[in-house]
T-cell receptor, first 113, second 112 residues
Framework: DQQVKQNSPSLSVQEGRISILNCDYT??????FLWYKKYPAEGPTFLIS?????DKNEDGRFTVFLNKSAKHLSLHIVPSQPGDSAVYFC????????????FGKGTRLHILP | DTGVSQDPRHKITKRGQNVTFRCDPI?????LYWYRQTLGQGPEFLTY????????KSRLLSDRFSAERPKGSFSTLEIQRTEQGDSAMYLC??????????FGPGTRLTVT
């Protein structure tokens, strides 16, 4: 039973435009959400996170939005760059200090020239 | 800071053989995690250590799997009597305090 769902296996976006990656979760006990980015032959790299007490967190070109009532979060990348082409994993845990992180299946983002 | 390292990066083995993987965490990171990632899936939690103590094991970790972190530094993950279903990427991560988990490059296991 997938507790963290990324329903779009892939997404193609023109360079310079906005990339929006979506994620839904089912477990209302999740309190902390993360996005990881993964290139081929490398391990996942932490990108950005958000606590459930916030609805938005921004770091440079990356912004994560959380809609707790809808159990939905999204990652916005503006502007999209060629180096953003990667697989993006949405993940969740009970608290920031929680040791068990539940990952979604990932969305492959292609940035088109 | 050299990051989390894993060895080997690739392992091909025949069904029924035993394999062992090693993970070296970032120095001073007291927590170490093992995940498994199969094709089309995200990483799935297997187990984690705080220093040398193994504090949680997933139901995914069958009796054929054993993990150790004897001195609270590097860790090993052993799979006995490998099966084709064990073919996956095995990822190690480490952290200290409330920092995020930092992942290694993984060991890709292929069981033929």
């Amino acid at each position: 039973d997938q507790q963290v769902k990324q329903n779009s296996p892939s997404l193609s976006v023109q360079e310079g435009r906005i990339s929006i990656l979506n994620c839904d979760y089912t477990n209302s006990m999740f309190d902390y959400f993360l996005w990881y980015k993964k290139y081929p032959a490398e391990g996942p790299t932490f990108l950005i996170s958000i606590s459930s007490i916030k609805d938005k967190n921004e770091d440079g070109r990356f912004t994560v939005f959380l809609n707790k009532s809808a159990k939905h979060l999204s990652l916005h990348i503006v502007p999209s760059q060629p180096g953003d082409s990667a697989v993006y994993f949405c993940a969740a845990s009970g608290t920031r200090g929680d040791d068990k992180i539940i990952f979604g299946k990932g969305t492959r983002l292609h940035i088109l020239p | 800071d050299t990051g989390v390292s894993q060895d080997p990066r690739h392992k091909i083995t025949k069904r029924g053989q035993n394999v062992t993987f090693r993970c070296d965490p970032i120095s001073e990171h007291n927590r170490l995690y093992w995940y498994r990632q199969t094709l089309g899936q995200g990483p799935e939690f297997l187990t984690y250590f705080q220093n040398e103590a193994q504090l949680e094991k997933s139901r995914l970790l069958s009796d054929r799997f054993s993990a150790e972190r004897p001195k609270g530094s590097f860790s090993t993950l052993e799979i006995q009597r490998t099966e084709q279903g064990d073919s996956a990427m095995y990822l190690c991560a480490s952290r200290i305090g409330q920092t995020e988990q930092y992942f290694g490059p993984g060991t890709r296991l292929t069981v033929t």
